[in-house]
């Protein structure tokens, strides 16, 4: 048998490749996963462009899911075989910040994003899953890996745009932009019992699947400018909570102010690509006094909030695959890559299927 897999790496800022690397071992408190399938994630696509101080060859990726392929000696949960996926956040589940209840930011800022920035993320025949007791979870019976990988990052980050948002029952909410971070938004909106979903988008294939994932009125951004749209929806009062999905300082601004007073701020948009602090406009911020909250987060993981996912998804409740738009093999990655880095043809998530 094989010892060497195949692994899709940063070669350098702009430049990636598949390279042979050694299967790795687990760890006493490790699993490693025979990968079945993958999605490319728009935040891979910012790491090569530089965003991340990453060492060349590290393997990009980490929404991955598959078989269990070997057990370090610690991990007594799990067998040789079942079927799991892990959360794109891998926490050590032990340190001060875990067990302040902030497991994304393990061990300091953003230091639960250990694929890919720390060590090699999950775009590669198998892949290591650290502390995988706390952080691997079973994919039910039924429950198909290519609809369970969505439980990796974009339904986790984009229902907790929706939770911080801290939507009552009956409540206005509007969601900038609807990739696919965005839609799971609109999705869990829905979930957590909107009224009124309010979705800003121009791209008409992500408009349709916003609506069909439960926003009420779509927004574009083209047809005059989505602040006063939205106000003119909420008879100038504006919305409970705004969603920033996209992460751009013109964003991030509009969410404040279509926000009325009292109401949540949620950010989910990575504002790394744009080097200009954000902005907070100060009327619509009360001048520092209007009981607005902004509430940020990084795509929560564990077991147990994996388990979550899967439910919704087992019941019928939640299907994320339409935002499955292209399928490619691995062997087809780089060009899957590419066209996620250039959004060509209406790309939402490209599905990875491994040999
Ligand atoms: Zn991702
Ligand atoms: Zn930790």
């Not at 390279?19 to 079945?36: L, Q, Y």
């Not at 705004?242 to 992460?247: L, R, V, Y």
């Not at 954000?278 to 147990?304: Q, R, V």
């Not at 087992?314 to 250039?342: C, K, L, W, Y």
Request: glycine fraction near 12%; aromatic fraction near 8%.
């Amino acid at each position: 048998m094989s010892s060497t897999m195949k692994a899709f790496v940063m070669e350098a800022v702009g430049k990636v490749a598949v390279v042979e690397k050694p299967i790795p071992e687990p760890g006493p408190d490790d699993a490693i996963v025979k990968t079945t399938h993958a999605l490319v994630c728009t935040s891979d696509v910012h790491t090569v462009r530089g965003a991340l101080a990453i060492p060349l060859g590290r393997t990009l990726g980490h929404e991955s899911v598959g078989t269990i392929w070997a057990l370090g000696s610690n991990v007594h949960d799990f067998e040789v075989g079942e079927r799991v996926a892990v959360n794109a956040i891998t926490p050590c589940w032990r340190c001060e910040y875990c067990q302040r209840g902030f497991p994304s930011q393990c061990g300091g800022m953003l230091g639960g994003y250990k694929y890919t920035g720390q060590m090699d993320g999950n775009m590669a025949e198998y892949f290591v899953v650290p502390a995988a007791e706390a952080n691997l979870a079973r994919i039910p019976a039924g429950l198909p890996d290519a609809k369970a990988v969505y439980a990796c990052d974009m339904l986790s980050t984009g229902f907790a745009g929706a939770e911080n948002a801290e939507l009552r029952i009956g409540e206005t909410v509007a969601i900038f932009a609807q990739g696919p971070v965005g839609l799971a938004a609109t999705i869990g909106a829905g979930l957590l019992g909107a009224g009124l979903i309010i979705a800003v988008e121009s791209k008409p294939e992500r408009k349709k699947l916003a609506e069909r994932y439960g926003a009420d009125v779509v927004v574009d951004f083209t047809e005059g400018d989505p602040v006063d749209q939205i106000l003119a929806l909420t008879d100038g009062h504006g919305v409970d909570a705004a969603i920033e999905a996209f992460g751009f300082p013109e964003t991030f601004e509009a969410a404040i102010r279509v926000t009325k007073p009292g109401g949540r701020i949620s950010n989910i948009g990575y504002h790394g690509e744009n080097p200009n602090p954000l902005g907070i406009p100060l009327a619509p911020f009360g001048m520092g006094m209007s009981d607005k909250k902004i509430l940020t987060a990084l795509c929560p993981g564990g077991s147990n909030r994996m388990e979550r996912l899967f439910r919704l998804m087992s019941s019928g409740r939640v299907d994320p695959t339409s935002m499955t738009t292209h399928e490619f093999a691995f062997d087809e990655i780089e060009r899957a890559f590419q066209m996620m880095a250039n959004k060509d043809d209406g790309i939402i998530k490209p599905l990875i299927s491994f040999p």
